[in-house]
């Protein structure tokens, strides 16, 4: 572990988690010891605000992306995955403890609980504080220090505990099984959170009582509590003014990003001298669209690292004539911002450049369109013996674009710094989770009425009837369908994978780049090599078996 406390230099450079607007001033504190600031009231505030900062190491970050999208069934590597960083979607022999992405997730999560950690048992020593005051800073720390062992536990197993700051140089860790972890850290921590902090905050992006009741749901639809699960994710329903945004697309509107379906979500902010090395999720979907000769790089368009490639199975899970949630989802269609000439026509700026089908199209109408019209013949997308106007042809440079994360507002067309805010919760999310509990609880007709909150939402205009489900319907394989449709690329997929018990099935069923390789070893990460090498007690703190 990073097991030296935050210090102040750390303090100092965190911009602060109360929205886009503001920036934090600095003081300078080079002589304070965190002794004699954190005994003060604006200095445990400001080491609450160093709990928030792995957050952005997190969310909108790629290591946090290739440990939980690719490697699933609904998206494997594009060409820069496959390019880069391949390793992980295959769970080849070479994703091992020395893979770079494990160890900062580890090292930022430890840095974050630690940090949790001095600000929950320093606080009670803070002169001038209410008692209210008091509660909430702990209530928010205790919060993400549940957060981050929530992320740990479930990517790496047993992993080292403890709810005591570390001062100094410590050696020695434990692997403290994943259900005490969840029994002393995250369940008490996230009760006490939801029992002591309010409805609303005082500044957006700081941890709420509905965000709290929220994430346990999740927790506790990962323990297997069906009943809790369901009643936790009815409270953030019913008890507060969220709401679905129609349509399903706004909600990716980045003019739109405080809007009433988030629950929580990670600041990032427009100014670059605060946004520090921002929310990069824009970077991730995009295929190389210059690759046409008619389209030059552009904002709108996004810069395109083409890491994941969506599977057969995701094409395939959508029916475009009733669920808004493909057109919401993806991007298919790309206008000429250059002349040029495709299939022997002339195209000029703002005529269509790129048309992408999740269905078959006959050769011949392909090569007389005048753009790429580029069709889904649902060979594997990965292919070798994929053509060019065909998804995952151009050796994987030609899919559809998830969009939900597209930056248009960043300060060049090369800029890495996205300024969208990364949404964690969204209310979404609470009825599938209802609806999953209430169906492990026998409740199929409760788990239908859920589920079709969503799909309302989601459907065409007029279509509404035709995107109703029955307790019929209701079966693991449609809640997960259901979940790829709504959440594709949202953070979830290889957690719902997991805690299902379907990780193994349908990475072999659906993703045949992975298929030949996935194991039960492959259920938790490596731990970080580097973690390992820096214990004095390696008979006890011991490597994931299989690494």
């Known amino acids: 572990m990073k097991n030296s406390n935050l210090l102040l230099s750390l303090l100092i450079l965190v911009t602060g988690f109360s929205g886009c607007q503001n920036i934090l001033e600095e003081t300078p504190v080079g002589l304070a010891t965190a002794d004699s600031y954190y005994s003060t009231p604006k200095g445990l505030e400001d080491g609450l605000k160093a709990v928030y900062t792995p957050l952005r190491r997190f969310y909108g970050r790629e290591e946090a992306f290739f440990l939980t999208?690719?490697?699933?069934?609904?998206?494997?590597?594009?060409?820069?995955?496959?390019?880069?960083?391949?390793?992980?979607?295959?769970?080849?022999?070479?994703?091992?403890?020395?893979n770079a992405f494990v160890t900062v997730i580890w090292d930022n999560f430890y840095v974050g609980i630690n940090q949790a950690n001095a600000v929950v048992n320093r606080a009670p020593g803070v002169a001038g504080l209410t008692e209210a005051n008091r509660n909430r800073i702990v209530a928010e720390a205790r919060f993400l220090r549940a957060l981050y062992y929530f992320h740990l536990v479930q990517q790496f197993g047993d992993v080292h505990f403890s709810l005591e700051e570390t001062i100094g140089v410590v050696t020695t860790a434990n692997r403290t099984p994943v259900a005490t972890i969840y029994e002393k850290g995250i369940v008490p921590d996230l009760q006490y959170a939801i029992a002591q902090l309010p409805a609303k905050a005082a500044a957006y992006g700081r941890i709420t009582k509905p965000a709290a009741e929220a994430l346990l749901a999740r927790v506790q639809l990962t323990l297997g509590n069906w009943a809790e699960a369901e009643r936790l994710a009815n409270l953030v329903t019913k008890s507060y003014d969220f709401q679905l945004v129609k349509p399903f697309a706004n909600i990716w509107d980045i003019n739109n990003e405080l809007n009433s379906e988030v629950v929580w979500s990670v600041q990032y902010t427009a100014d670059p001298l605060t946004n520090g090395e921002g929310n990069q999720s824009h970077l991730f979907f995009v295929f190389d669209y210059t690759q046409n000769p008619t389209i030059i790089r552009d904002l709108p368009n996004g810069r395109a690292y083409q890491r994941f490639m969506p599977t057969n199975y995701l094409i395939k899970l959508f029916d475009p004539a009733k669920d808004s949630r493909w057109d919401g989802s993806f991007k298919t269609v790309w206008f000429a911002n250059n002349k040029g000439t495709i299939n022997g026509k002339t195209v000029m700026p703002g005529d269509?450049?790129?048309k992408i089908v999740p269905y078959s199209v006959p050769d011949a109408v392909q090569n007389q369109a005048p753009y790429w019209y580029i069709d889904f013949k649902d060979t594997w997308v990965g292919a070798s013996t994929i053509t060019n106007n065909e998804i995952g042809g151009g050796q994987r440079r030609r899919f559809p674009v998830l969009k939900k994360y597209i930056d248009p507002l960043r300060t060049s067309v090369n800029a890495t710094d996205g300024r969208r805010d990364f949404i964690v919760i969204r209310l979404a999310e609470m009825y599938l989770i209802a609806g999953e509990a209430a169906w492990r609880q026998n409740k199929t007709a409760d788990a239908a009425a859920y589920f079709n909150v969503v799909r309302t939402r989601a459907a065409l205009a007029g279509k509404e009837k035709d995107m109703q489900v029955t307790a019929n319907d209701i079966n693991l394989d449609f809640i997960l369908d259901e979940r790829a449709r709504e959440l594709a690329g949202e953070m979830h997929r290889w957690y719902d994978l997991k805690r299902t018990g379907q990780l193994l099935a349908r990475v072999k069923k659906y993703n045949l780049d992975a298929a030949p390789n996935i194991k039960e070893t492959h259920l938790v990460r490596p731990i970080p090599q580097t973690q390992i090498d820096r214990v004095t007690n390696p008979g006890e703190f011991t490597q994931n078996p299989g690494y």
């Open 69 to 98: 999208v690719p490697g699933t069934d609904d998206f494997t590597n594009g060409f820069g995955g496959v390019t880069n960083y391949p390793d992980i979607n295959n769970y080849s022999a070479n994703f091992l403890g020395s």
């Open 352 to 354: 269509t450049a790129i």
